[in-house]
């Protein structure tokens, strides 16, 4: 990879990350915003949850695109961890199996007899 292409794909990775801080700024933001609505208006009936519930799954989903997921699960190192530890059961597997016997060839006598008796016009 070139210096040129490392710096894209860092400015890329921090604009992702500016993104979601503004997002959860704003998530913030109205969120207070909505609980302060609602402990003014009617404190006993809790209903600032409801707009802000779908938001928390976008927020998340937002998080997971931009960081990834907790302990580098579902990234393209963690996908290449996973393929070599495949990849090294198989072979082990491989490694253990018993050589196979190649059992003795079959003698065909009788197919060769019945070979001579056919005419090649018998077949369709």
Do not use: C
Request: glycine share 6%; charged share 35%; no cysteine.
């Amino acid at each position: 990879m070139t210096p040129e292409d490392q710096y894209r794909l860092a400015k890329k990775k921090v604009k992702q990350k500016k993104g979601f801080f503004k997002h959860l700024s704003a998530y913030l933001a109205v969120g207070s915003f909505f609980f302060a609505l609602n402990m003014i208006t009617d404190p006993f009936d809790i209903w600032f949850v409801f707009p802000m519930l779908p938001w928390s799954v976008g927020l998340i989903i937002h998080y997971f695109n931009t960081f990834g997921f907790p302990g580098g699960a579902l990234t393209d190192e963690w996908e290449e961890r996973e393929l070599d530890r495949e990849m090294r059961k198989l072979e082990y597997k491989v490694d253990e199996a018993q050589p196979l016997e190649i059992e003795e060839e079959l003698e065909l006598k009788e197919f060769k007899k019945l070979r001579r008796e056919w005419d090649d016009g018998d077949f369709v």
